[in-house]
């Protein structure tokens, strides 16, 4: 069965410094993996996804997330953080066991971020 | 605002009760999806429906069941209810296509409450 892991229950970061998000995958076959936030009291919003071609995937508010297929590894990135990127970041995997065609989306954990100014 | 709606916000409901879940997707998506947010599970696919059509299971109980009706919105039946399914019910919708490729799109949830 496909999983994603989040390794960090929580990551700290100073705004203006370089973040780093980190997700790893267990996947048969090729991978698509995904990006959602959670900002508190709120639902799941889509940053990016990898589904095949360029290892760099840039997505919304400046975030970027580069897929290592050596490495299963899929993490998530900004140049330089906000204080407004203080969230919960879920990695995301499909996965295409069921027998009728459809697909399940399998979450990890989710990594807080804390970004101080 | 991601065109996902789900009523009511809050439910709050004693064990053994009955309840049901609402959500509209965005307009033309055909996929809908449910997921159940706890803290010690964390988020847990529960079903998939695309265009009436049941298309995956999750970690649904038997006491859940859902449905998707002809105008797409969906529903989301919770029975026999025990403290342990206080949780946050998201809904997500994407397509129209209903490809694997797409992202999909979360309601702002439904807080379930089981006293």
């Known amino acids: 069965a496909q999983s994603v892991a989040q390794p960090e229950d929580q990551v700290n970061v100073a705004e203006g410094n370089p973040l780093t998000v980190k997700c790893t995958y267990s996947v048969s076959g090729n991978p698509y993996l995904f990006w959602y936030v959670q900002y508190p009291n709120r639902g799941l919003q889509f940053l990016l996804k990898?589904?095949?071609?360029?290892?760099l995937v840039k997505g919304s508010y400046g975030f970027e997330a580069e897929f290592n297929k050596s490495q299963t590894s899929f993490h998530l990135k900004k140049p330089s953080a906000l204080v407004s990127d203080s969230a919960l970041y879920f990695c995301a995997v499909r996965d295409f066991g069921s027998r009728t065609g459809g697909f399940k989306t399998i979450f990890g954990a989710g990594t807080r971020l804390f970004v101080k100014a | 605002d991601s065109g996902v709606t789900q009523t009511p916000k809050h439910l709050i409901t004693a064990t053994g009760q009955r309840v049901t879940l609402r959500c509209s997707p965005r307009?033309?998506?055909?996929?809908v999806y449910w997921y159940q947010q706890s803290l010690d599970q964390g988020l847990q696919f529960l079903i998939h429906y695309y265009n009436g059509e049941e298309r995956a299971k999750g970690n649904i109980l038997e006491r859940f069941s859902a449905q998707q009706f002809p105008d797409l919105h969906s529903e989301l039946n919770l029975s026999s209810l025990e403290l342990g399914d206080s949780a946050l019910y998201f809904c997500?919708?994407?397509?129209?296509?209903?490809?694997?490729?797409?992202?999909?799109?979360f309601g702002p949830g439904t807080r379930l409450t089981v006293l």
């Open positions: 307009s033309g998506d055909l996929s």
């Open positions: 990898y589904i095949t071609g360029d290892n």
């Open positions: 997500a919708s994407s397509g129209p296509s209903g490809s694997s490729y797409n992202e999909q799109f």
